[in-house]
């Protein structure tokens, strides 16, 4: 427990520079086999990216450094619960493991939306904030056909 | 309808080339006032990305051209359902509009887990695949009220 404090700690160490440097409030780190691979704050104001949440910049970082998209193995320490977005990368990255310290609720009291997305997602689509328009499937489904033709195609 | 027809066809043409070179089966457009501001495919086995999906990739891309992580008033195609990372990225971006082609189950049809991630979403945490541990909240908080507290910053 002594080094996921540790670890932690060091997410939370990010998340605080993170609000002195202009970033949002939020840290993350990827460790392997006990050792810290990446270690990330939030960059969407700073980077003009709505994606750079601290646990994507941190699964890229260590995606980067470990020449893979498969962060098998790797544990993720978030100091904030994970939003949607941030979630799913997760699983993306086959990450088998989540420590987080504040909660979605932490988050949206001080105004990020992570609970109003998660909301979203549980409404039938119809319902959602969003509007969503479907159409061309027929032409579209070639890509899929191809997908499932080509022999030689990396797998994920 | 035409000029949503010529947009999707575009996001489907770079799924389809996407195919053609080495990427996953996935294009995405992002459009502002009837311009395409970004065209992009799925990288992720390309670029060791696991959330370089078409539409974050559409989306970091329209972001960087117009020197902003506030997508207000875009509107995107996306050649399949987004998955549950997509799908927040696009709220977190602000984008109000989705046209999609083909669906999540088209997708886990030809190895794409979309559907497992959705349904994962729906479980309690305790009952997820992915293990998680919650841990030093009274730590983490601090960075929540520096936030607060910060007079300068820049919401998003």
């Known amino acids: 427990m002594e080094n996921n404090e540790k670890f932690m700690r060091l997410a939370i160490e990010k998340s605080l520079e993170s609000v002195d440097n202009g970033g949002g409030p939020f840290g993350a780190v990827v460790v392997?086999?006990?050792?810290v691979?990446?270690?990330?704050?939030?960059?969407?104001t700073?980077?003009?990216?709505?994606?750079?949440h601290a646990e994507v910049n941190a699964i890229r970082m260590a995606c980067k450094k470990l020449g893979t998209f498969d962060l098998s193995g790797c544990e993720i320490y978030a100091s904030c619960e994970p939003c949607p977005m941030?979630?799913?990368s997760i699983y993306w990255a086959r990450i088998g493991?989540?420590?987080?310290?504040?909660?979605?609720?932490?988050?949206?009291?001080?105004?990020f939306s992570d609970s109003f997305i998660y909301e979203e997602f549980a409404k039938p689509e119809s319902e959602r904030s969003i509007k969503v328009v479907k159409m061309l499937r027929n032409e579209a489904i070639k890509a899929f056909e191809n997908w499932e033709k080509k022999?030689?195609?990396?797998?994920?």
């Open 32 to 35: 392997k086999d006990g050792e």
């Open 37 to 44: 691979v990446a270690v990330a704050s939030n960059s969407v």
């Open 46 to 52: 700073l980077d003009n990216d709505p994606t750079a």
């Open 86 to 88: 941030c979630l799913a």
């Open 97 to 111: 493991k989540l420590y987080y310290a504040n909660t979605k609720v932490d988050a949206d009291k001080i105004g």
């Open 151 to 156: 022999e030689d195609k990396v797998d994920y």
